[in-house]
């Protein structure tokens, strides 16, 4: 429901956005859902990563993150995959994953990636990644 509303609004908003609202559109290989809990057992964040298949690696490595604070964060299905709308100042951003996971993990899997493929070198969605 709430992915329509969305899509609706940037129907309204022409094919690419307004000046002042622009829509972003993204693809990435996979998204995951992680929920990262503490020795404790106490969940600490939830957090969503989205990750490419790099050939060379044979292995996927991190294009972006961000925190999955509310439900409507969380990744839903859609014909070409698994979309992810949101908003934030830079506009609207869409992002199309061709699968998804759902991990429950007590570490960060994207502060491991960091050893492989540092922040800067990563192809991110938004600025200040």
């Not at 309204?12 to 307004?18: F, I, V, W």
């Not at 993204?26 to 939830?46: P, Q």
Request: with cysteine; glycine share 10%.
């Amino acid at each position: 429901m709430a992915e329509t509303v969305l899509l609706l609004a940037a129907g309204l908003m022409g094919g690419d956005g307004d000046p002042c609202h622009p829509v972003h559109h993204f693809f990435a290989d996979c998204v995951e859902l992680n929920s990262y809990f503490g020795s404790d057992g106490v969940r600490n964040l939830s957090q969503l990563i989205w990750w490419d298949w790099h050939m060379g690696r044979q292995e996927y490595g991190v294009v972006a993150w961000m925190m999955a604070k509310h439900d409507n964060h969380r990744p839903t299905r859609h014909r070409n995959g698994w979309r992810t709308i949101y908003w934030t100042g830079q506009g609207m951003f869409v992002i199309t994953a061709a699968s998804r996971r759902i991990t429950w993990t007590q570490y960060d899997p994207e502060i491991l990636d960091r050893a492989k493929t540092p922040r800067e070198g990563r192809r991110g969605f938004w600025a200040n990644q």
